[in-house]
């Protein structure tokens, strides 16, 4: 995989033994590893490496292909140079041999390799580092197509440029992982994603709301080489792959039509090709991705994580992985004690503290009665007091203190500091933004005093999202006159 500067999101992954069975029945591996033992303890091979032509056929026979049909033996081939490549069999060919012996002819020898005897021996990260290393092998081979047949299609030499082809291939893959690690479930069937979403993310800039002709067209020449690709790609055992429906290749005639438009049901939408990381691929690719310098967290990660610690991670985290793990740092600690950490790590001025205290409070939704007591410990607090109020009230908890304004104004501030950090969609801040001012008489006159160090910059950001010319003027004197009361 290329260089990568990516924070993912978290993902989960399946126990290393079960990744193991999964890895032994990937098809690729599976001939590779039956190759592997059927050449033992030695076959004759040309000054490639590859088999001689009667060993090919054998080999063939072996793996239950056709030893006399084109398909067949290039599937056999394959599965061979798999072999190879991964460690299974090892390649014993003298340099002279290698040099004098005509093509076709018996130069050396392969022999069972050391990956083999791992292999064979059951371990699941040696069983797991062998996949890897075929799977790696086949997305080199998926970026690098025969150019002679490449050729004999578009009838001119083509302009291939494997790095970057294998760049191309990279960055789609990665962001496959992102698009799956965000699906909570309830967008896409088994966490498939339609690959015109795939390809738009690799063309379509962020704040394009409507692409444009070209735009479409270019998404287009995506889908299609992906479908390419993945469909090389489905054997290594990375991906589940639903190829492009070829009719709709054949109906659309005009640049930019095989992307869907409209409102399409599932079904229609599938025909334009679905992919998914299978749970093996999820593993491989993390583990691509860290050699490249990618931040690729794990859900229960954070299990022994301190409060801060958690809490800090989880405002970068989607909304069903933030839940998961919260509840796995939750399980073996005393929920007062829990929400005591909690609370402790919610406290701060610094600019990460507001998403620490929507965390926090968001975290203590999963926390039963028994928290009860640390929250009342700090009802007195600046910064902590009406969110423990919203816990109390929210838990049926008797008896709790009417907050004042002072602090209603502050919470209100820390949270639409939290959420404008989070980036969260613009629409429906503008939404909440709105609804805030229209319950509150002179919200503006009364948030501008409010002393929190996000005030002016709430106010500002309040500005630019309420709909009405009139309260967005008056947002933004509210933020001039914050500003000038801090000296800034």
Avoid at 91 to 105: K, N, R, V
Avoid at 225 to 237: E, K, N, Y
Avoid at 326 to 342: F, G, M, N, T, V
Avoid at 405 to 429: G, H, K, S, V
Wanted: proline share 7%; with cysteine; hydrophobic share 45%.
């Amino acid at each position: 995989m290329s260089a990568s500067p990516l924070v993912l999101p978290p993902v989960r992954l399946l126990s290393p033994d079960e990744l193991a069975r999964l890895a032994l029945a990937v098809p690729l591996l599976d001939r590779a590893v039956r190759l592997a033992r059927w050449a033992a303890p030695e076959r004759d091979v040309d000054a490639m490496g590859e088999l001689l032509d009667a060993d090919l056929v054998a080999a063939a026979g072996e793996l239950g292909l056709a030893g006399d049909d084109e398909d067949g033996l290039g599937d056999t081939a394959q599965a061979w140079a798999v072999a190879v490549d991964t460690g299974l069999v090892e390649l014993e060919i003298e340099e002279e041999a290698e040099e004098s012996t005509p093509p076709g002819e018996a130069a050396g020898r392969a022999v069972p390799g050391g990956a083999y005897e791992r292999v064979t021996a059951g371990d699941p990260q040696d069983v797991l580092d062998v996949w890897l290393a075929a799977a790696e092998a086949a997305l080199a081979e998926a970026a690098s197509p025969d150019l002679e047949q490449l050729q004999e299609a578009m009838g001119e030499e083509p302009e291939w440029d494997p790095e970057e082809e294998a760049e191309f291939l990279d960055t789609a893959l990665a962001n496959l992982y992102t698009l799956m690690a965000l699906d909570d479930g309830t967008e896409t069937a088994q966490g498939a994603v339609p690959l015109p979403v795939l390809a738009a993310s690799l063309v379509v800039p962020e704040d394009m709301e409507q692409p444009s002709d070209e735009v479409l067209e270019e998404v287009t020449e995506v889908m299609m080489r992906l479908d390419d690709h993945f469909r090389l790609l489905a054997p290594a055992g990375l991906l589940d792959y639903q190829p492009v429906d070829e009719a709709l290749i054949e109906e659309d005639e005009e640049p930019g039509q095989a992307v869907p438009g409209g409102e399409l049901d599932p079904e229609e939408i599938s025909r334009y090709g679905m992919v998914r990381l299978t749970p093996l691929g999820v593993h491989g690719l993390r583990e691509l991705l860290m050699d490249a310098g990618a931040s690729a967290p794990l859900v229960g990660d954070l299990a022994e994580a301190t409060g801060t610690e958690l809490l800090d991670a989880l405002a970068g985290y989607p909304d069903h992985a933030a839940r998961t793990e919260a509840e796995l740092w939750l399980a073996d600690r005393k929920p007062a004690d829990a929400a005591r950490e909690l609370l402790a790590a919610a406290r701060g001025d610094d600019a990460g503290a507001p998403s620490r205290r929507l965390m926090c409070q968001q975290t203590l939704t999963l926390v039963g009665a028994e928290a009860e007591p640390a929250l009342r410990e700090v009802l007195d607090d600046r910064q902590l007091g009406g969110m423990a109020r919203v816990w109390l009230t929210e838990s049926g908890a008797p008896d709790v203190p009417t907050p004042d304004a002072d602090m209603i104004f502050w919470l209100t501030i820390d949270t639409l500091a939290a959420q404008l950090a989070a980036d969260d969609d613009p629409e429906l801040l503008s939404d909440l933004v709105r609804d805030l001012v229209a319950r509150h008489d002179g919200f503006f006159d009364a948030a501008w005093r409010v002393e929190h160090p996000a005030t002016a910059d709430v106010l500002e950001a309040m500005g630019r999202l309420h709909p009405d010319r009139k309260a967005a003027k008056d947002a933004r004197k509210a933020a001039f006159k914050a500003r000038s009361r801090d000296g800034s």
